[in-house]
């Protein structure tokens, strides 16, 4: 189901930046104060995908999962941002653990600057950049989440 949260969460957090050759994964500490990049995951089929995704929920104790959502500039919704959203909706369904969407559109932008600027390889950057970019994405929605938990505008 997904929801949308107020208050800070009590447990690991995972976060999902979806893509349909791979899938870019963060994870935080068990206080969900800090984003870990967690490498990504190369998409084999939808089922596939949900049940390594379930194993690595089980195997972290994770508690709560954050969904990149690519919308538009103008903040419309496309094509991708409908994969997102079901692919979220999967997540949530398979394996009983609330799911939020979070807008994501300056984070793979953001990852790919990141390591342009570093000297990885081509190759290599190219893996990096999902996983880079669920960790900004996770990074974001900790800071939101533990600001509106303190009161502050989210």
Known sequence: MLVSVDMRVRGPVLALDYGTRRIGLA???????????????????????????????????????VVGLPLHMDGSRGETALAAEKFANEVAESTGLPVELIDERWTT???????????????????????????????????????????EPA
Request: charged fraction near 30%.
């Open 27 to 65: 994870v935080s500490d068990v206080e969900a104060s800090f984003a870990f990049p967690a490498g990504f995951l190369a998409c084999r089929g939808r089922k596939r995908d949900l049940a390594a995704l379930g194993e690595l929920i089980h195997e972290r104790d994770i508690r709560f999962v």
């Open 109 to 151: 932008q953001a990852a790919e600057r990141a390591l342009a600027e570093s000297r990885s390889g081509r190759k290599k950057r190219r893996t990096a950049v999902a996983a880079t970019a669920a960790t900004l994405l996770l990074r974001t929605w900790l800071e939101r989440t533990a600001n509106a938990a303190e009161g």
